[in-house]
């Protein structure tokens, strides 16, 4: 009897263990905010994202040989000055983009609404490019973007933000999320929100 007992307790801590092995199906994302600022304190603004990819695969045939278990899912972790970090969720990519401008917005003191808002402004997310390749044994990710901020008068503002980053495939995974939390981090951080009020009013 007590041997059946120990070996049941192993089976189920072998299987855990498995679990905790198996390669997992998303990619994560750890997105750093930028330093807290009142810079849109006052403004409500909602956020839509358009897939204009002309490629719209993820990964590259040779990044998908290596990511196998990769299904289309990345989960969000929002870093903060401090070092801490909080897990937002788990993301398509057009929802990841959202999620992700809503966080920058929210840190900046706007109110982001769930949708447009007649008396507030629209910031449009046109995603051009977002890629994950392998080349020469390197992680290559290229990301480009147009906003487009709308106020209700109709003033539209457009900035167009584009980069790329590179990195050793030494650990596989690892390395693939490592830059595609610094290429994301770099390429939302970069975007002017408040120039692009200014330059509607």
Known sequence: METRKLFALSFVFLAAWLGACAPKPFLKVQ??????????????????????????????????????????????????????????????????????????????????????????????????????DIV?????????????LTRQTGVVAEESVNGSAERGKLMGKTDAEKILGELVTDMVNKLDVATLFQKTR
């Open 31 to 132: 997105y750093q905010l930028p330093s807290t600022s009142a810079a849109l304190t006052g403004e409500t603004i909602s956020v839509t994202i358009s897939d204009r990819r002309k490629d719209t695969a993820f990964l590259s045939s040779s990044a998908e040989k290596s990511l196998k278990n990769f299904n289309g899912t990345f989960s969000l972790v929002v870093l903060r000055d401090d070092g801490s970090g909080n897990l937002i969720g788990a993301y398509d990519m057009d929802s990841l983009m959202k999620a992700v401008f809503t966080q920058r917005l929210k840190n900046e003191g706007a109110q982001v609404s769930a949708a447009a808002d007649s008396d507030g402004a629209r910031l449009e997310i046109e995603l051009k490019e977002f890629k994950l």
């Open 136 to 148: 020469d044994r390197k992680w290559v990710l290229r990301m480009s973007y147009q906003a487009g």
